[in-house]
């Protein structure tokens, strides 16, 4: 199959094709992202207008849409301008008023011809206590009732739409619905009680009642089923392709694994000791690695990359770690430096901030291997970064780079190994969706030594008592992070929130010392300020969120957000994260501004009650949505038509081991199911699916 199938090509004709589309009523249609008959097929109603027909209006409770047979009286015309025109109509019991605005009086009289007898549909009202029906939506003869549907679909609209407009080009295109072998399991369809795809598309645009149009409909759920299912056989394509391609073993011989993991001055956890050997044993396939690794803040992701790292380095090869920020970058540096050097591995720093004859010579130490562990920003995809021997790449902070930066990475080395970590945890229908093509690690305990966080919400109106609460701490030793809100995406109010709340600080406090750092501080002076704060010589650390990720000081055990119904909750719980890495107990104050509307203070709530990160990630996904939650564009998510990843999270997990195992039995797609898989990637428009097929 070396395009699309010719059975898809009428729905992948042009919109103008349809009945009773031309290019202005195209041009409509684009506002609903709809530019083929084959888009329309997926715009589902999203309601139902019962027009099922009645003897009589006499038991109707109006306003109310009603469907009668009446017979045409009385018509009276306005003896003046600007009054409506009405005919008296009769069903069995009882009459009503037809009143029609700005209507010429011919158009009337051949619409409802006195005597004879018509269907009218539409809102039944009552004016000054009669019964009247305004502009009726349906003016039918009684042999052509049948045409009316018992339940008509109400369609989503864009502008220069109406029902009618909608309704007519998607009857036009399923006119066109071709019948498709099946790729869904045979077991499945059973077990659901699906319908097959062109019954499933029939029924979602035809409901019988109310309940048709409920996400749990059969046919709503085998559609959605279906988007899902696309996806997954898309990113298990790309798993299986990953796989396919000539890796490197590198065997861990376990002799710096063993030297640091000995030297810890604590014991790794059951959950990181199970993520190594799941690295361990990736690596020392031949296939390529492509592993996420996610956990709650403070888990112990570091331990779990270091110990990855130095496998590539005991297989005689290098590694690199990526992080998305230079504070970051730094952060990792120093914590992973000593733990590297206790092994005796060489490690080294490359950054943005490198130049001349230094970045010359740690380029060249990096090429002849030398340098055996390198951690970067993304200053090490650059050109003129090369390795003598690359075996892994360990990317921090995944959603911060796409897809293609990561398929950069992996260009550098022959085959290297791709191993990511997320700094929060992510709701496993979002993991399913985005990171479906990789295997997954979980770390779900913390080390030990890590002290529970108590979480209070204060409204800023107590502010005065927050900086004396404060300077009591402070005077016992404690030390504190003071996070002021980024207002808006401008960094100078960013920079003048906290400048002036350092101020304000620095003059309440004195003579205890209070550090400031911000985004736009040169890298020297952050670097100053962050050194500062964690020898102890600042007490008070005011920052914006460059702090959010990675800083640690194991002295600092009070934690002030102000303002922090306007952060999300992934960062809110990070920077919570940066305090309790010590024995002392620590504090964390969401300071908000009065009155919170529902929303945030569910979210504060959430925070305030639970520490672990993967119930805050599934509470985020539930009050935001999903492409919310990462941001669509850049997250490389699908949007999906009728799929919905809140909802359908259990649908994504079987989709996701259907079209596991279908690859599995049938790698090349081409017995029955295989084959009509390939109709659906068509269908469905994933042609990065498609170029990954090897055959055809």
């Known amino acids: 199959m070396k395009g699309r199938p010719p059975v898809l090509f009428p729905l992948f004709a ?5 009945d009773g589309i031309g290019p202005k009523t195209a041009a409509h249609f684009a506002g609903l992202d709809v530019a083929r008959p084959r888009d329309l097929l997926f715009v589902l109603p999203n309601a139902v207008v019962d027009r099922r027909l009645r003897d009589t209006i006499a038991d109707v409770a109006a306003p109310a849409v009603v469907t009668v047979e009446v017979t045409v009286g009385q018509h009276q015309p306005p003896r003046t301008r600007g009054k409506p025109y009405r005919v008296v109509v009769s069903d069995a019991q009882a009459s009503f008023t037809v009143v029609f605005f700005h209507a010429r009086g011919d158009y ?3 619409l409802l011809p006195t005597g004879q007898r018509r269907v009218l549909s539409g809102k039944l009202e009552h004016f000054d206590g009669l019964a009247q029906m305004v502009h009726p939506d349906h003016v039918l003869r009684p042999e052509a009732a049948g045409e009316l549907a018992p339940f008509e679909p109400v369609y989503p609209l864009s502008a220069g ?6 309704a007519k080009a998607v009857n036009s295109a399923l006119k066109r619905l071709p019948e498709l072998e099946e790729w869904i399991a045979p077991s499945q369809m059973r077990k659901a009680a699906w319908p097959v795809w062109a019954e499933a598309v029939r029924r979602a645009h035809r409901p019988g009642g109310p309940d048709d149009v409920a996400a749990d409909d059969p046919a709503r759920l085998r559609l959605a089923y279906d988007e899902l299912f696309a996806h997954q056989l898309t990113l298990a394509l790309a798993r299986a392709h990953r796989r396919a391609l000539p890796g490197l073993a590198s065997v861990p011989t376990a002799r710096l694994q063993g030297r640091v993991l000995d030297n810890l001055p604590y014991r790794a ?3 990181q000791l199970r993520a190594i050997e799941e690295v361990n044993a990736d690596l020392a396939r031949p296939q390529r690695m492509n592993r996420l690794l996610q956990g709650d803040v403070g888990a112990g992701k570091t331990l779990v990359a270091l110990m990855a790292l130095l496998a590539a380095v005991e297989a005689g090869g290098q590694g690199v770690l990526m992080a998305p920020t230079e504070i ?3 952060q990792h540096m120093a914590g992973l430096q000593p733990l590297a050097e206790e092994a005796g591995v060489v490690i080294a720093l490359l950054t943005g901030r490198d130049k001349g004859s230094e970045r010359r010579a740690k380029l060249a130490a990096v090429a002849s291997g030398d340098i055996q562990l390198l951690v970067g920003t993304h200053a090490v995809f650059q050109k003129d970064v090369v390795f003598r021997d690359l075996r892994l790449a360990v990317v921090d902070e995944q959603h911060r780079f796409g897809v293609r930066q990561r398929m950069d990475l992996g260009a550098k080395g022959r085959a290297v190994d791709v191993l990511v970590m997320t700094a929060t945890p992510i709701p496993r229908s979002l993991a399913l969706a985005q990171y479906g093509d990789m295997d997954v690690s979980v770390l779900d305990e913390k080390p030990p030594g890590r002290t529970p966080v108590k979480t209070a919400l204060v409204g800023i109106s107590r502010l005065s008592e927050v900086v004396d609460h404060l300077r009591r701490a402070v005077a016992e030793g404690r ?8 207002v808006d995406e401008s960094d100078t109010s960013d920079l003048t929130a906290a400048e002036a709340r350092f101020r304000m600080l620095e003059a309440a406090l004195h003579p205890i010392p209070v550090g400031l750092v911000h985004g736009q501080l040169p890298p020297k002076d952050k670097d100053r ?18 702090i959010e990720v990675g800083v640690d000081v194991p002295n600092a055990s009070i934690m002030v957000i102000e303002r922090a119904e306007i952060f999300g909750m992934a960062q809110l719980h990070q920077l919570r994260g940066r305090v309790g890495r010590g024995s002392t107990a620590s504090t964390c104050l969401l300071l908000y501004q009065a009155p919170l509307n529902d929303t945030a203070m569910r979210r504060l709530t959430v925070l305030r009650d ?3 990160g993967f119930r805050i990630a599934e509470e985020d996904l539930a009050i935001r949505g999903a492409g919310d939650l990462i941001g669509t564009a850049q997250s490389g998510l699908p949007r999906f038509r009728i799929a919905d990843l809140e909802r359908d999270t259990k649908l994504l997990s079987v989709a996701q081991s259907d079209a596991r195992s279908l690859l599995y039995e049938d790698p090349e797609l081409t017995g029955p199911r295989g084959r009509a898989a390939r109709v659906l990637l068509w269908l469905m428009e994933q042609d990065k699916a498609i170029r990954l097929i090897s055959v055809g």
């Open 14 to 18: 042009g919109l103008e094709t349809l």
């Open 108 to 110: 009337v009289e051949k």
């Open 269 to 271: 956890t059951a959950a």
């Open 479 to 486: 030390q504190a992070y003071w996070v002021c809100p980024l």
């Open 161 to 166: 739409l109406s029902q009618k407009s909608v």
């Open 529 to 546: 300020a962050m050194a500062d704060f964690a020898r102890g010589d600042t007490k008070v650390l005011v920052a914006t969120t460059v």
């Open 328 to 330: 970051l970058a730094r």
């Open 610 to 612: 639970t520490e672990d």
